[in-house]
């Protein structure tokens, strides 16, 4: 039987903003580890919801935070910023899809810090189409025998493998 790709919720997040990086990391090319943007992303994750953070490991899926509203469980994800706001939705809708396999309802709610911003996610019929037609693509993508070439975009100037992909500009 051919290998099937486990895609995680870290696929899903890069597959919204970079097809590149779906491909190295689902290659497991070694970003930068001293880059400031891993620090600071890591510093904030750690600290800002430290108080009541409750990180738990679901399946393949890691959560930031979990609690119980009423009968409903609410599954929390903090990021450090809403500039990719749809990839951090659809990596949260990807956890509650997961938790809705394994027979758990679930609500979803996006935490962004520093902005004080909370974003509500639910799971629907169409959120799931995406999701599914994204996995697709995303097996795709790690099946070429080279990364798509890069294309400058805003999440480069934050990302770990700018020194790979643009080297000679550097
Ligand atoms: S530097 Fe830019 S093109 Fe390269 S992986 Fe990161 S986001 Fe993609």
Not at 29 to 35: L, N
Not at 43 to 67: A, C, P, W
Not at 133 to 138: L, P, Q, R, Y
Request: glycine fraction near 4%; charged fraction near 35%.
């Amino acid at each position: 039987m051919d290998y099937v790709m486990d895609v995680t919720g870290t696929h899903i997040w890069y597959y919204f903003i970079c097809k590149r990086e779906v491909w190295l990391i689902a290659h497991q090319i070694a970003a930068d580890q001293e880059d400031d943007n891993l620090e600071i992303g890591r510093f904030i994750s750690e600290t800002t919801y430290q108080r009541q953070k409750k990180e738990m490991l679901i399946g393949n899926i890691k959560v930031d935070r979990i609690r119980r509203e009423g009968d409903t469980l609410v599954v929390g994800e903090v990021k450090k910023s809403s500039t990719y706001e749809k990839s951090a939705y659809y990596q949260l809708l990807y956890y509650l899809d997961t938790l809705k396999k394994m027979g758990i309802e679930a609500k979803g709610e996006l935490l962004f810090p520093k902005e004080k911003k909370v974003t509500k996610v639910e799971w629907t019929e169409e959120g799931k189409k995406v999701l599914e037609e994204a996995v697709a693509d995303i097996r795709r993508i790690a099946r070429l025998p080279i990364p798509p070439e890069p294309k400058k975009i805003q999440f480069c100037r934050s990302c770990a493998y700018r020194e790979y992909c643009f080297a000679e500009e550097s």
